[in-house]
């Protein structure tokens, strides 16, 4: 195989695999749920000691308030070129912005009987696949660069705290630092080594019946069950999907009343909707506004219907920019003797906002493993180097450019 500086990185990293491992393995024990602000400010505070003990200060910081959901870092690097000297001014050119969200799904205490465990070829711990393991190998993909004297363009990275959740605080930071760059990565988990090209977008719905309390068998004609008018409106909900144009309508959760012998004064559902297309999740965002409780349940007054509708990101697909940069991608892949296959996925991420703006974006360019959110959530450690030389190559292939 040619030397290549990608190749030569995959060669570094494997050499100091354990020593990513050492770096992963403290991010992972470092607990960020979503909803857990003082583990979120705590846990950002290990994952930027981690990243500048491997790149030194940066030239530039800036930290965003969240309020409620995890702050925003926003840390940048000068480029270098193939002397080690710092790239400035127009020869530097705009920056690459990689983001990583240091939130996971996993509550507080969870590392106390899953804490990061090597198993064969496995490595596993919570968080570890989505996505601590991103924010490591970023880190360590610019130091590989560095130390041997690759050039790599000016490197921004933003780390947000609330990705899991929505992405409320994170959203505006993204989009305004993709608009400042000359390209955006996204070190999201990949689909079994490949990047991922398209995403579904989400919208999110909750339904509210509220309904009149009542005897179920004392005096059941003076009541208004919110649970037989909610049923009775999922069916219109689940319409909405339509198979052909990738859109689907799940209702995830639905509950109410107080107890058997209870006319139901109150009930919920909570909608997940995918999308593949814009003008699809403006459809479904009308349809779900527009819903009405079906007949006989319209004509009571003592019932009621709220819908809080959630268009929380739009779908992902590639722009003719981003085309381009996926094929350097693949030839990148080629030279560490991979052929990569961008792939479509349902779930949503960061990714999505850059993609809606119009803007060139690579997605799942992180750890290849299993089971984000599960269990047997898991990272393949072989995979630990020729998933960080891949992404010091598309950097390197950035310098290239200019």
């Known amino acids: ?24 393995r403290t991010l992972v024990h470092a607990e960020t749920p979503s909803q857990d602000k003082p583990l979120l400010d705590a846990g950002l505070e290990v994952v930027r000691r981690v990243v500048v003990n491997l790149l030194g200060e940066p030239s530039a910081e800036t930290r ?26 127009d020869a530097a050119g705009d920056p690459v912005l990689v983001v990583c969200h240091y939130d996971t799904v996993w509550p507080a205490g969870t590392i106390q009987t899953w804490p990061l465990t090597v198993d064969g070829d496995r490595l596993t711990g919570p968080g570890v696949l989505d996505m601590k393991f991103g924010i490591v ?43 400042e760059s000359a390209l955006t990565l996204v070190t999201e988990p990949s689909a079994a ?20 309390q009542a005897h179920a068998g004392l005096e059941p004609e003076k009541g208004a069950s919110a649970v037989h008018a909610l049923a009775a409106l999922v069916g219109d909900v689940v319409d909405l999907a339509s198979p052909e144009h990738g859109t689907t309508v799940t ?38 506004e527009g819903l009405r409780l079906p007949a006989p349940h319209a004509d009571d007054e003592r019932l009621s219907l709220d819908v809080d509708v959630d268009a929380n990101r739009p779908p992902m697909n590639p722009t003719p920019e981003t085309e381009v940069v996926l094929d350097r991608v693949k030839e990148i892949g080629r030279q560490l003797g ?3 296959e961008p792939t479509a996925v ?51 292939d950035r310098t290239r450019d200019r």
């Open 137 to 179: 190998q970023t880190a360590w993909a610019v130091k590989a660069l560095r130390e041997l004297g690759v050039g790599h363009p000016p490197v921004r990275m933003l780390l947000t705290g609330d990705e899991e959740i929505g992405s409320v605080a994170g959203r505006p930071h993204i989009e305004a630092a993709a608009q």
């Open 1 to 24: 195989m040619t030397t290549t500086p990608a190749t030569a990185v995959a060669e570094y990293i494997e050499a100091r695999r354990d020593e990513f491992i050492e770096d992963l």
């Open 338 to 340: 991979r052929e990569l």
């Open 193 to 212: 080594g490949n990047p991922k090209d398209r995403r579904k977008g989400m919208v999110f719905a909750d339904l509210r019946v509220t309904g009149r």
């Open 64 to 89: 965003h308030d969240g309020g409620t959901y995890g702050d925003v870092l926003d840390l940048r690097w000068e480029g270098r070129d193939d002397d080690g000297a710092e790239l400035t001014g």
């Open 346 to 396: 349902g779930g949503a991420s960061d990714a999505n906002f850059v993609s809606a703006l119009g803007l060139p974006v690579v997605d799942g360019l992180g750890a290849v493993g299993e089971g984000p959110h599960a269990v047997h959530e898991h990272i393949l450690i072989s995979g630990i180097a020729p998933q960080t030389a891949l992404l010091a190559g598309i950097l390197n």
């Open 251 to 288: 209702v995830g959760t639905f509950h109410g009343g107080t107890g058997r012998n209870v006319v139901a004064g109150s009930a919920e559902a909570l909608v997940d909707v995918r999308v593949t297309e814009p003008a699809e999740q403006d459809r479904v965002v009308a349809g779900l």
